[in-house]
């Protein structure tokens, strides 16, 4: 018989819509004795769509996330230079040039286990940045000594991208590679190589009224003209949760099951009480 923990991982948190969701969605997984063992978000447009304040990243940790993934658009607030080497719970992608602030990857500690949770940044259609190959090599061995458990979100534009390297990965049996970036949820959920649960993206929270997130109108506008315009978080008060929910084995580290999430959240009804 395994023992088995559940590891929830919620694609991008998009603006206040999508954090509100985000807090909506685990108290009721609470409530109703459903709440993993692990919870672990990718926050790069947590903070209007843009970034990450250290206001939001503390409102978040106070739901009850245990690790905060991120992307290209970590930078956008200027804060993040601030903090972000005192935000413990944080992780900007590995593949950064040396002397870039942050950490790539955080080993993790739980009443249960050990948690390796690793953010690599995709080279395909995107920002140019080092090579993730080698990196990722040795860092998955290096935490493999400690434990078994291997998360990597890989934030990519490519879906080939993201396949090869989930199956490439899957051979140094890790346990997880689930891609964030585009804010479309795939129905491509499975597992690789018996052990690694894998899914090209896994969606975004946020708003469901507009374009991956953002308004409708300007996003339309801006496509039609070609002229720049600042985009805006969407807000119609119905959101979305994207994500998966993985069960895994805790002594072996292979993922067992991957379910997808995709749930609509009221966010504007009496009982949900946010600002800012």
């Given at each position: 018989m395994t023992e088995q923990i559940k590891i929830m991982f919620l694609g991008d948190i998009v603006g206040r819509a999508g954090?509100?969701?985000v807090q909506k969605y685990i108290a009721r997984l609470n409530n109703e004795n459903k709440?993993?063992?692990?919870?672990?978000?990718?926050?790069e447009n947590a903070s209007h769509g843009f970034g990450l304040t250290q206001k939001n990243y503390n409102e978040l940790l106070s739901y009850g996330i245990n690790a905060f993934t991120s992307g290209n658009h970590i930078w956008d607030k200027r804060e993040i230079f601030d903090y972000i080497e005192k935000a413990d719970k944080l992780i900007r992608p590995i593949n950064y040039p040396e002397g870039t602030k942050g950490t790539g990857y955080r080993i993790f500690e739980t009443d249960k286990c050990k948690i390796g949770v690793i953010n690599v940044l995709g080279r395909t259609f995107m920002s140019l940045i080092?090579?993730?190959w080698e990196?990722?090599?040795?860092?998955?061995?290096?935490?493999?000594?400690?434990?078994?458990?291997?998360i990597i979100d890989i934030h990519a534009e490519a879906s080939a991208e993201k396949i090869c390297m989930g199956r490439y990965y899957a051979q140094m049996g890790v346990t997880g590679i689930l891609g964030t970036h585009t804010h479309v949820q795939t129905a491509d959920e499975q597992i690789y190589n018996e052990c690694c649960?894998?899914?090209?993206d896994v969606g975004f929270c946020g708003d469901v009224?507009?374009?991956i997130?953002?308004?409708?109108?300007?996003?339309v506008k801006r496509?039609?003209?070609s002229i720049p315009e600042r985009l805006e978080v969407a807000d119609s008060g119905i959101s979305q949760i994207n994500g998966v929910m993985i069960t895994v084995d805790k002594i072996t580290g292979k993922t067992e099951s991957i379910k997808r999430i995709n749930e609509k959240i009221n966010i504007s009804e009496e009982n949900m009480i946010m600002k800012g």
């Open positions: 954090r509100q969701a709440y993993p063992d692990f919870i672990i978000a990718n926050v080092e090579s993730p990196l990722l090599n040795k860092t998955i061995k290096e935490i493999q000594e400690e434990t078994p458990i291997i649960g894998y899914i090209t009224s507009g374009v997130g953002m308004d409708y109108e300007v996003s496509l039609i003209t």
